[in-house]
């Protein structure tokens, strides 16, 4: 049981380490003020869930917070394809914040009947913050899609389009799938990946955005077993704080 | 043009000129978004009180916004939003109506300041 539990809680922390990472790196940048606070503070907190998700790992023998979440190597990192993409332009950060957070909320609310008593209290713990997350994400995707112009709903459109399959990642199946379930502490990807099609088709109805037909993607598996797009990006991530601010950087960034 | 190069890949995706071009264009105006004055309640039954306004394309995306820049905190209860353009406000060249002539101390609250002290006093009269 401890080693599909531990899993499950790595698949978690290292999304919502990863995805944090990557938004903060719209802090300063995002399109206006506002959307900067807001965007940098939700990637403030995905920092802040990973935290408490590698605290729950420690709990269960396993290296300590700092070690767990910067000194593991590519293979180890058990994220999702979806995370580690780039930030690209405020399109694909917006579908993907979307995607994901939508996604995120559903599982926390799944666990909170966890048989697992700290992932049922994490998830009660983080359920306003999340719900927040997700606001935020619909109403910019109801706003770029639905109430925009030609050039933001064709942006989101092919956002949407290349962000799908990386989602689709998102859930994985899991060899501990089963195990999982039998013991009460998570109810699973599949029906998991179920909730959230119902989810984002509703908000993307609103935005006039068209979820492409599941059967003609390609989900991209392989993240939650090491296989990741990028492996430079995990394997040499470098954090450093500047200023108090939190720096994400590829380390052959050191070498001029 | 060169362009700044630094270890914060966030500088370099800017693409800043490493010699910005000073002559200005002055920007037209209004071309921001709309103001939202944001008013918030610190607990519940209070009044709800004005703590600053955001930019915002839509009501909601406002509501969105102040949550973040004014409610992170966790020191609000209720948040409201209005549109700037719909505050009426007095003109600024009338603010003389503020004034009050100073022979009307009772209209003030410093002229109840000291009410016991007062009554003290004035009982102490009485019975002298």
């Known amino acids: 049981m401890n080693e599909a539990l531990k899993n499950l809680l790595y698949r978690m922390a290292d999304d919502e380490l990863i995805i944090g990472h990557r938004n903060s790196e719209w802090t300063g940048l995002g399109p206006i003020l506002e959307e900067d606070i807001a965007f940098s503070s939700i990637a403030q907190d995905k920092i802040v869930h990973s935290l408490a998700l590698f605290k729950i790992l420690e709990s269960l023998g396993e290296p300590e917070p700092d070690t767990s979440a910067f000194m593991r190597n590519s293979l180890q990192m058990k994220c999702c394809h979806l995370v580690e993409y780039p930030i690209g332009g405020y399109d694909f950060s917006l579908i993907r914040h979307f995607l994901f957070d939508t996604a995120e909320m559903l599982r926390y609310q799944m666990l909170e009947d966890s048989s697992y008593l700290p992932l049922s209290l994490l998830a009660k713990k983080v359920r306003g913050e999340i719900k927040y997350h997700v606001f935020h994400a619909n109403t910019w995707v109801a706003q770029l899609g639905a109430q925009g112009n030609e050039d933001s709903h064709s942006r989101m459109q092919s956002a949407l389009n290349l962000a799908f399959p990386l989602a689709l990642g998102i859930f994985e199946p899991s060899e501990f799938e089963k195990e999982l379930k039998n013991d009460g502490i998570f109810g699973g990807e599949t029906e998991l990946q179920k909730r959230w099609l119902e989810a984002i088709s509703i908000t993307l109805q609103k935005a006039t955005l068209i979820l492409p037909q599941i059967e003609t993607v390609v989900p991209s598996y392989g993240g939650r077993t090491g296989s990741h797009t990028d492996l430079r990006m995990l394997s040499l991530l470098s954090i450093t704080i500047f200023h108090g601010i939190l720096i994400v950087l590829p380390k052959q960034d050191f070498s001029h | ?128």
Request: proline fraction near 6%; charged fraction near 25%; glycine fraction near 4%.
């Open chain 2, 1 to 128: 043009m060169q362009i700044i190069t630094s270890l914060d890949p966030r500088v370099n995706r800017a693409a800043l000129p490493e010699n910005p071009d000073t002559s200005f264009v002055p920007k037209e105006e209004l071309d921001q978004f709309k103001t939202y004055e944001v008013f918030h309640q610190p607990k519940s039954g209070a009044r709800h009180l004005h703590v600053g306004s955001v930019h915002a394309p839509t009501p909601e995306l406002a509501i969105a916004f102040a949550k973040e820049q004014y409610g992170r905190r966790g020191q609000s209860v209720s948040l409201w939003v209005v549109s700037t353009d719909d505050i009426i406000a007095l003109d600024t060249s009338d603010s003389d109506v503020f004034e009050t002539a100073t022979e009307k101390p009772y209209r003030e609250v410093n002229a109840y300041a000291n009410t016991r002290e007062k009554i003290e006093s004035f009982k102490k009269e009485q019975q002298a």
